[in-house]
């Protein structure tokens, strides 16, 4: 980038930042209350709605779906974590013959539930079925695994990426427990490499306009980061998983530039599978 738009793109950014951090200062200090303040003031999913990251029919799910027929075994459930409205749980879902969204919000599961409606959401025998589940807390993912009865595939898109070092490592470990010996975790995650207030740009936000669905989650949820190769290294070490296959991917969001297209921030992609124990080397 030339050096005069350098400047002028850093002036922005000066420009918007009391603005940013008014709005970060409104979140909750605890971010399960953030984000069920978050999915609780939803009125409106797909284009032209409220989530930023849900962009309906011009999302990125076919890309999944292939990525799950080629390396998942779809005989096993699905389980997606961070399922929010339950636009890719339903997306998936004629994969598997169980999908099971699961979301740290009870609001998001809520509306998860209502947008499903008709699709066999409400009872333990249905075939796509919302619970609520903090990913984070540990034993969450042995507890689930118990209640399916059996191995999973687990599809993560989004999630990763707002949670702590610390976090992502309990997250690793319960993934590992709902996938034991025979499913895959199908992770997909924003890698933007520019500083936060270049992600906000990128994300259409100025000194003088910020777009809705950026606003709301800046005063909601935690401020993202990237999660790339050495974050996944990092949550998912070599000793206890393995990797199967990884690249970039293209994450998308709904129109916010005035004309219509879907957003598109830089992704990273990885499909990953528990790492066979060894005797010296125990699960």
Excluded at 16 to 31: E, H, S, T
Excluded at 190 to 204: A, E, I, R, V, W
Excluded at 259 to 275: S, V, W
């Amino acid at each position: 980038m030339p050096t005069r738009q350098r400047v002028v793109r850093r002036g922005r950014q000066v420009l918007l930042l009391p603005r940013v951090a008014r709005l970060a200062g409104r979140a909750p200090k605890d971010r399960r209350a953030g984000w069920d303040r978050y999915w609780g003031s939803v009125r409106s999913t797909g284009v032209g709605g409220d989530v930023l990251w849900d962009a309906g029919d011009l999302d990125e799910s076919a890309t999944y779906r292939l990525l799950a027929a080629d390396h998942l075994d779809t005989a096993l459930p699905l389980v997606d974590v961070g399922c929010g409205n339950g636009r890719f749980t339903r997306q998936l879902a004629s994969l598997f013959p169980r999908t099971i969204g699961v979301d740290l919000s009870a609001n998001a599961v809520a509306l998860a539930r209502t947008e499903s409606a008709g699709r066999n959401t409400h009872t333990d025998t249905d075939t796509l079925t919302y619970r609520r589940l903090d990913v984070t807390r540990p034993g969450a993912g042995r507890d689930l695994a118990a209640a399916i009865g059996q191995d999973a595939n687990v599809f993560v898109r989004g999630v990763f990426h707002v949670l702590e070092p610390a976090d992502r490592v309990v997250a690793a470990r319960n993934l590992r427990a709902i996938v034991g010996a025979h499913g895959r975790v199908l992770l997909a995650e924003t890698n933007f490499q520019g500083s936060k207030m270049d992600y906000l740009q990128h994300l259409g936000a100025t000194p003088w306009h910020i777009p809705s669905p950026v606003e709301r989650a800046i005063a909601d949820i935690p401020a993202p980061g990237h999660f790339g190769a050495p974050e996944r290294r990092a949550a998912f070490p070599a000793a206890a998983w393995r990797l199967v296959a990884d690249g970039a991917a293209d994450i998308m969001t709904i129109p916010l530039h005035g004309d219509g297209a879907a957003g598109h921030i830089p992704g990273y992609y990885a499909i990953l599978q528990a790492a066979v124990p060894t005797p010296d080397r125990p699960a």
